[in-house]
């Protein structure tokens, strides 16, 4: 009986002392494994008297069932000891943010893009999108470009090789096309922008063989050159955030208008710095008119019922001015650490009310 108390007190010792489930397993072997301690003891009842047997036997299962249960005691607390110590080394701060800060830019095309969007789109513009490569209807015959006209070799075209019957596509020299497809497609009234990549056959400080342009249309019964001029107005005061620069509106020339303009805003050029705002100088940035009645006519729009103005600008050199970037190359130089100067947190989307540029 002694004995059984004392291997008792040695198994649960054991028990208690094992460090892990291993240990622990190792334990229950030796005491109630196939070669155990107590496995061998029960074995010994065969040779035993029935009133010996009985005896021992009741001993026997005692000392087993204590045993097992003091093994599963210790078991649960290990498993517990162990996912404890997992959750620990596991622990999850959720309340982080999920990105605390994001790696990529938006590039300062994007970034201007987006707020010109925001700025028409308030406006009551939607935005119209045509392809880069074009024919020669849509980028110049209907734009009355007459054949032969020199304002055709003025925009450096590149074309594709002729096709059978002599025409030939070529990449969009701006974003005017997209003015005619527009007024194909669809019947006025028309408040459009058209926002996209152009190609002219040219390349130096100030121009790259691929450019990005935006193009304004609206066509209906009554607009006329005053609406023209406030929206353009209204425009660059909102894109620049300055609430007074000044404006002037020079004759210009543009077969798909007439009368035609250049818009110039106010700047000064002191100690070398160009500044937009009032000052004694002048800055050319856009080209601008009322459609000229053969474009309506060209696209099906009668111009006796109908009219409207049109206008375009360079998107890299609005986003030059605005963000003070002085290459216009270094637009397509795909540099990261210019990106990162340069660009924008893609978490802050250009809005009226939230602001334009953060
Ligand atoms: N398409 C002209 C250009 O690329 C700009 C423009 C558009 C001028 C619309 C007037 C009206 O130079």
């Known amino acids: 009986m002694n004995d059984l108390e004392r291997i008792r007190g040695e198994v649960l010792a054991e028990a208690a002392a094992a460090a892990d489930l291993d240990a622990l397993e190792q334990v229950r072997v030796a005491a109630l494994g196939k070669k155990g301690r107590?496995?061998?003891?029960?074995?010994?009842?065969?040779?035993?008297?029935?009133?010996?047997?009985?005896?021992?036997?009741?001993?026997?299962?005692?000392?087993?069932?204590?045993?097992?249960a003091a093994l599963e005691a210790r078991k649960a607390d290990l498993d517990r000891a162990a996912l404890n110590q997992r959750l620990e080394r596991e622990r999850i701060d959720v309340t982080l943010p999920a990105r605390p800060e994001a790696e990529g830019r938006i590039h300062p095309i994007s970034q201007t893009l987006d707020e010109i969007v925001a700025i028409f789109g308030a406006m009551g513009f939607a935005v119209a999108e045509g392809p880069d490569i074009e024919d020669d209807f849509h980028n110049f015959t209907a734009l009355n470009f007459p054949p032969g006209h020199p304002a055709r070799l003025m925009h450096d075209t590149f074309f594709f090789p002729e096709r059978e019957g002599g025409d030939r596509y070529l990449l969009r020299t701006h974003t005017s096309p997209v003015q005619?497809?527009?007024?194909?497609?669809?019947?006025?009234?028309?408040?459009?922008?058209?926002?996209?990549?152009?190609?002219?056959?040219?390349?130096?400080?100030?121009?790259?063989?691929?450019?990005?342009?935006?193009?304004?249309?609206?066509?209906?019964?009554?607009?006329?050159?005053?609406?023209?001029?406030?929206?353009?107005?209204?425009?660059?005061?909102?894109?620049?955030?300055?609430?007074?620069?000044?404006?002037?509106?020079?004759?210009?020339?543009?077969?798909?208008?007439?009368?035609?303009?250049?818009?110039?805003?106010?700047?000064?050029?002191?100690?070398?710095?160009?500044?937009?705002?009032?000052?004694?100088?002048?800055?050319?940035?856009?080209?601008?008119?009322?459609?000229?009645?053969?474009?309506?006519?060209?696209?099906?729009?009668?111009?006796?019922k109908y009219q409207g103005f049109a206008f375009g600008m360079g998107i890299e050199r609005i986003a030059m001015l605005k963000y003070g970037i002085p290459d216009l190359r270094t637009f397509f130089d795909s540099d990261l650490r210019w990106l990162r100067h340069y660009g924008f947190s893609a978490l802050d989307v250009p809005t009226l009310p939230g602001g334009l540029a953060r």
């Not at 107590?38 to 204590?66: H, S, V």
């Open 180 to 304: 005619v497809r527009t007024m194909l497609g669809t019947k006025p009234p028309i408040r459009i922008i058209a926002p996209g990549r152009t190609y002219r056959c040219d390349s130096d400080m100030t121009h790259t063989p691929m450019f990005h342009q935006v193009e304004g249309l609206v066509i209906d019964e009554a607009t006329h050159m005053g609406h023209l001029k406030g929206c353009l107005v209204e425009f660059v005061r909102t894109y620049f955030e300055i609430d007074d620069v000044p404006a002037r509106f020079r004759p210009s020339f543009f077969p798909f208008t007439e009368p035609s303009a250049e818009m110039d805003i106010g700047c000064s050029r002191k100690g070398g710095e160009l500044r937009i705002g009032a000052g004694s100088d002048w800055l050319e940035i856009l080209g601008c008119g009322m459609v000229h009645p053969n474009v309506l006519k060209a696209c099906g729009i009668d111009p006796d």
């Open 38 to 68: 107590i496995t061998a003891l029960m074995k010994t009842l065969g040779g035993m008297g029935p009133d010996e047997r009985r005896e021992a036997g009741a001993a026997l299962n005692l000392l087993k069932d204590a045993v097992a």
